[in-house]
């Protein structure tokens, strides 16, 4: 996720990093009591833990459904199992807009750990994340198995083999997750796209849909800098009223840009609002309680619950 260029030594030059620091935007706002944050913290863990064990089996069964079917069943669980988690963090989510087709690549900016399972919840597919993770424990074995693509991030050599394999799986017709920052951002301050995810787009013939994230409040998601992710996952259950909103914004349609920078701006423009207006109506998950729902981490590859550093996750994308 983040890559706050204070971490670890001085990055490599094409890797991108934030100047955004827990001290720019962390804090707490409105909070809820302590035992009430300790049990949605519980809650969670327990969510995930039981998607961890149910895995393997809901993995059996969409194999045996065939690929098409077992892709949707797939899908399914990620989706329910997102929202769970993040219904037992108390984090609420709000919809905007209306997904286009299955198989474009997604593209979003980057705030928080909270993303992943946010944009799980309501356009699952295959996760792009750093070569890392498939070494995790639990976790790691998780990731791989819910396809995701992994990148070696400090060997630059590999790159065109990523970009392969995600234009492959687009024009095989799945749906790709990136973050085209490289590096999570506080919300307030924004990072460029960065290009070579979208060669993947324009070798599959493949659609983009940019997705905008925000937080409400924004300090109580923001996972920047030296945060940690217990720090993070507190902040997030201590909230008050956390609201997640992501807008699905127009499709970028298949061949309307000539090369993956022109693409990465159009895409850059769209997430930031300078783009054409999103489709209008806003609408909320089924099973949600008034106009807003409840959701959170299902196929989480970025995190695990340890002391890592947001600067020390990150899942850097070289342009």
């Not at 990148?151 to 095989?172: C, F, H, K, N």
Request: include cysteine.
């Amino acid at each position: 996720m983040d890559g706050h260029p204070g971490q670890r030594g001085a990055p490599s030059p094409w890797l991108p990093g934030a100047p955004c620091t827990p001290g720019d935007c962390a804090g707490h706002g409105r909070t809820v009591s302590a035992p009430t944050a300790a049990a949605r913290l519980s809650a969670g863990l327990l969510t995930v833990l039981a998607g961890v064990l149910i895995a393997p089996v809901a993995a059996l069964v969409a194999a045996a459904a065939g690929r098409r079917t077992g892709t949707r069943l797939r899908h399914r669980a990620a989706a329910r199992w997102s929202r769970a988690v993040l219904g037992a963090l108390g984090v609420r989510v709000r919809i905007t807009g209306h997904p286009g087709a299955p198989g474009a690549l997604v593209v979003a900016n980057h705030i928080s750990w909270l993303d992943i399972p946010l944009i799980a919840a309501v356009l699952p597919g295959r996760m792009l994340a750093k070569a890392e993770i498939a070494r995790w424990p639990v976790l790691g074995a998780l990731a791989a198995g819910g396809g995701t693509v992994f990148l070696e991030r400090d060997r630059l050599r590999t790159l065109p083999g990523t970009v392969r394999t995600m234009a492959s799986a687009l024009a095989q017709g799945a749906r790709i997750v990136a973050f085209p920052e490289g590096s999570t951002w506080c919300g307030r301050r924004q990072g460029r796209f960065r290009h070579a995810v979208f060669q993947a787009a324009l070798d599959a013939g493949a659609a983009v849909q940019p997705v905008r994230v925000t937080y409400r409040p924004t300090a109580a998601a923001a996972f920047v800098g030296d945060d940690t992710l217990p720090a993070s996952l507190w902040r997030v259950a201590r909230a008050g009223g956390l609201t997640a909103e992501i807008r699905l914004l127009p499709v970028i349609p298949a061949g309307s840009h000539p090369d993956r920078r022109s693409l990465a701006r159009a895409a850059e423009r769209a997430v930031r609002g300078s783009g054409p207006p999103p489709s209008p109506g806003r609408r909320t998950h089924p099973g949600t309680v008034a106009s807003e729902s409840a959701n959170l981490p299902a196929e989480s590859v970025h995190h695990r619950a340890s002391s890592m550093s947001a600067a020390a996750s990150s899942a850097r994308t070289p342009s």
